[in-house]
T-cell receptor, first 113, second 110 residues
């Protein structure tokens, strides 16, 4: 099976812009989670989607949003970018009833200038 | 917020030696998982141990879990240069999300 894929791999934006990141889960996986990784805060949970519904959300401002499509692919959007949004954004997919064992993509490195 | 605290933050050993990393957490968990990350890339799932298990092995990896002390350890035996990476513990306390520790940066010297 192909692994989790994320596009783009690298992105440079300026403050105030918005950005959309994409994630394709492992075939058959219906759960997709997003995490933000920064040197200061480490890995932090953003949100999780299952069958197009957001089941859980982390403590991030409303500028961070996401969605999931019927084919389980997911996108996350960050509006009005701030310098502090520079991070590695990781997507993970999970099979149903798998003890929450998550498989991660390579990440999207976002740099906000 | 981080649930897990990992110790040490950094570890440097010679190739062939064993490496031990520890993780402590705060709340009751369903399971605990260990992941490896190579230099800013995605995380690779290493091993999952459920709350009713005490020890688990996978190749050169050995994980222990002590729920009474809310702690876990990851042992990598006979280390290799390719084991150089950051290692994270992640706890599953329900709600379909993982809470990660800050990680241990392991360096294997040839």
């Amino acid at each position: 099976k192909a692994g989790v894929t994320q596009t783009p791999r690298y992105l440079i934006k300026t403050r105030g812009q918005q950005v959309t990141l994409s994630c394709s889960p492992i075939s058959g996986h219906r759960s997709v989670s997003w995490y933000q990784q920064t040197p200061g805060q480490g890995l932090q949970f953003l949100f999780e989607y299952f069958s197009e519904t957001q089941r859980n959300k982390g403590n991030f401002p409303g500028r961070f949003s996401g969605r999931q499509f019927s084919n389980s692919r997911s996108e996350m959007n960050v509006s009005t970018l701030e310098l502090g949004d520079s991070a590695l954004y990781l997507c993970a997919s999970m099979a149903t009833q798998s003890y929450n064992e998550q498989f991660f993509g390579p990440g999207t490195r976002l740099t906000v200038l | 917020s981080q649930q897990g605290e990992e110790d040490p933050q950094a570890l440097s050993i010679q190739e062939g030696e064993n490496a031990t990393m520890n993780c402590s957490y705060k709340t009751s968990i369903n399971n605990l998982q260990w992941y490896r990350q190579n230099s800013g890339r995605g995380l690779v799932h290493l091993i999952l141990i459920r709350s009713n298990e005490r020890e688990k092995h996978s190749g050169r990896l050995r994980v222990t879990l002590d729920t009474s002390k809310k702690s876990s350890s990851l042992l990598i035996t006979a280390s290799r240069a390719a084991d150089t990476a950051s290692y994270f513990c992640a706890t599953d306390a329900g709600l379909e999300k993982l809470v990660f520790g800050q990680g241990t940066r392991l360096t294997i010297n040839p």
